[in-house]
């Protein structure tokens, strides 16, 4: 059936926080969502990404986000109304939000709503591996790492937008600096002896959410991946009470991590529509809207 009233359109300024309110209203976070006027990515993805809004009148009924970087598209939200769920709009916005994008390597994180995963593979996408967000307090009983060591960076160094290309697959300034400057973000560079193996960012402030987030990170050999985890939680609690981050469920960090008591918050299912251009076991995701 057509909804010859529905019309899907480009968001506007002032419609951020109507969207943050219907993202609330929705019950599908992985992760506690911040409360608050206008959700904490969304502005940024306003001016980096494009936001589509279905709407009956002058009423919102659903939103989607995707973010294009060098050849991917990801696609950052996609929600309905409560009211207006099961009525078509989701398929509608994706398809909208996405038909620019073919071509290009289109992947998400999906909740565990049926719905959801069956309108993203129906647009080609295959559920991959889960992601799971952790907070945690402290490493209870870890051991130092004893072969890395992370040094304070500065943020407008150019090599960090070349370490994260490599090892994020996707060239992001506009995101780094969102992540430097709004979210008073620090650079660590991970040394193994005088030789860089890696780069983290540890997020100090993210509207809404306490503790420090941890994330993007990567390292270029998957045998260092654990412990660089280790470390820059290290950096992250001594600078905040608490952590979190979202670890692929083929990370190696994540069976240390939750034997020295890191708590699951949730978890959503990485798709994609073919091979990703980063490696889950190397690569820690922002765990926010923009992966
Ligand atoms: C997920 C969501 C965006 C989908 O939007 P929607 O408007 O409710 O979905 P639609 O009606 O467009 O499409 C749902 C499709 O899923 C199908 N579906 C429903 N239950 C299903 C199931 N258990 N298995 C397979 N398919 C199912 C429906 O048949 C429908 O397809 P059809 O219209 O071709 O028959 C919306 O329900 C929502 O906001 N959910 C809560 C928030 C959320 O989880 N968002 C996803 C974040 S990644």
New binding site residues.
């Given amino acids: 059936m057509t909804d010859d009233a529905l019309s899907i359109r480009r968001a506007a300024a002032a419609e951020l926080p109507a969207l943050w309110a219907l993202t609330l209203r ?1 019950d ?1 976070h992985a992760a506690p969502p911040a409360p608050g006027a206008c959700g904490p990515d969304l502005a940024h993805l306003y001016t980096s990404a494009e936001l589509f809004v279905a709407c009956r009148g002058a009423q919102i009924l ?1 939103f989607v986000g995707v973010a294009r970087r060098d050849r991917t598209a990801f696609i950052t939200d ?3 109304d409560p009211a207006a ?7 509608r916005l994706l398809r909208h939000a996405l038909a620019p994008h073919h071509g290009t390597r289109r992947f ?4 565990a ?4 995963l ?2 993203y593979v129906r647009q080609g996408l295959q559920p991959l591996t889960p992601q799971l967000h952790l907070r945690l307090g402290r490493l209870r009983g870890a051991q130092a790492s004893p072969r890395l060591v992370a040094l304070l960076g500065r943020g407008d160094d150019p090599a960090l937008l070349d370490w994260d290309a490599r090892c994020g697959g996707r060239s992001r300034p506009a995101d780094l600096r969102y992540w430097l400057e709004a979210e008073r973000g620090v650079l660590l560079w991970l040394r193994r002896g005088a030789s860089v193996v890696g780069y983290a960012l540890v997020r100090l402030q993210r509207p809404g959410q306490p503790g420090a987030t941890v994330g993007p990170l990567g390292v270029l050999d998957a045998a260092d991946a654990a412990d660089a985890v280790q470390v820059a939680l290290g950096v992250a609690l001594e600078r905040a009470a608490e952590a979190r981050l979202m670890l692929d469920g083929a990370h190696p960090a994540l069976q240390r991590l939750l034997e020295h008591g890191a708590h699951i918050t949730g978890h959503d299912m990485l798709m994609s529509d073919g091979p990703l251009p980063f490696d889950g076991a190397r690569y820690v995701a922002s765990g926010d809207s923009l992966f």
């Fill in positions: 929705t599908a659903g996609l929600f309905v769920q099961s009525s078509g709009i989701g398929k998400t994180l999906s909740s709503d049926p719905r959801a069956a309108l």
